[in-house]
């Protein structure tokens, strides 16, 4: 049905690859759909460039526009991503930075070295994916979520410090860029005009 839909754009519409986004939910698949669009355009002669769509998975695609507007970013050249080892591993170094953190200790207590870290970058990934407010999480009446909204905030400025992006942290990134920025969301939706999302 992608496939389809994307041809129809194409050859009964006439819209430039790069207006057309379709986010799939793995890498694999964005991959198997880029082969198949473009055997059928080879099947019927037309010279279109896939590779001028956004395809991919949504946090590619986003990684993508960081790229596209990074100078509205928070990132500096050369920024690095971190994959699950290496966040992991960045964690761990600061460990005892985030047990300094008042209260921490309620969170923190007992767990050995490796599971304290596991802990804080689960919780950490949690919150960026749920978009959680920090501020407010830190008004919490919780002292184990105030605790939790703290040592975010300071993993976050830990990242900011150390010119790197974690995977969870992708699309906040991009959020933060489009929220902060009208000329790039306007930019944005004036060239992405068909959105297909295959999850």
Do not use: C
């Given at each position: 049905?992608?496939?389809?839909?994307?041809?129809?754009?194409?050859?009964?519409?006439?819209?430039?690859?790069?207006?057309i986004?379709?986010?799939t939910?793995?890498?694999?698949?964005?991959?198997?759909?880029?082969?198949?669009?473009?055997?059928?355009?080879l099947?019927?002669n037309?010279?279109?460039?896939?590779n001028?769509?956004?395809?991919g998975?949504?946090h590619?695609?986003?990684?993508?526009?960081?790229?596209?507007?990074?100078?509205?970013?928070?990132?500096?050249?050369?920024?690095?991503?971190?994959?699950?080892?290496?966040?992991?591993y960045?964690?761990?170094?600061?460990?005892?930075e985030f047990?300094?953190?008042?209260?921490?200790?309620t969170?923190?207590?007992?767990?050995p070295?490796?599971?304290?870290?596991?802990?804080?970058?689960?919780?950490?990934?949690?919150?960026?994916?749920?978009?959680?407010?920090?501020?407010e999480?830190?008004?919490?009446?919780?002292?184990?979520?105030?605790?939790?909204?703290?040592?975010?905030?300071?993993?976050?400025?830990?990242l900011?410090?150390?010119n790197?992006?974690?995977?969870?942290?992708?699309?906040s990134?991009?959020?933060?860029?489009?929220?902060?920025?009208?000329?790039?969301?306007e930019?944005?939706?004036?060239?992405?005009?068909?959105?297909?999302?295959?999850?």
């Amino acid at each position: 049905t992608l496939i389809e839909r994307i041809l129809y754009l194409f050859v009964e519409k006439d819209i430039a690859p790069e207006n057309i986004l379709v986010a799939t939910f793995t890498e694999k698949a964005a991959s198997e759909l880029i082969t198949r669009v473009t055997n059928r355009l080879l099947e019927l002669n037309l010279q279109v460039n896939v590779n001028d769509m956004y395809i991919g998975t949504l946090h590619s695609i986003f990684l993508r526009l960081i790229e596209d507007y990074h100078e509205y970013s928070r990132l500096n050249k050369n920024y690095r991503i971190l994959d699950d080892f290496e966040q992991n591993y960045f964690v761990y170094g600061y460990l005892r930075e985030f047990e300094k953190i008042p209260d921490m200790d309620t969170l923190l207590e007992r767990k050995p070295v490796w599971k304290k870290t596991t802990f804080l970058v689960e919780s950490f990934n949690k919150l960026k994916e749920e978009m959680v407010d920090l501020i407010e999480l830190q008004k919490d009446p919780d002292i184990q979520l105030q605790a939790l909204a703290k040592a975010t905030i300071l993993y976050n400025k830990l990242l900011e410090q150390a010119n790197a992006l974690d995977f969870s942290g992708i699309q906040s990134e991009l959020l933060s860029i489009i929220e902060n920025h009208q000329n790039v969301l306007e930019s944005i939706q004036k060239k992405i005009l068909y959105l297909m999302v295959d999850e």
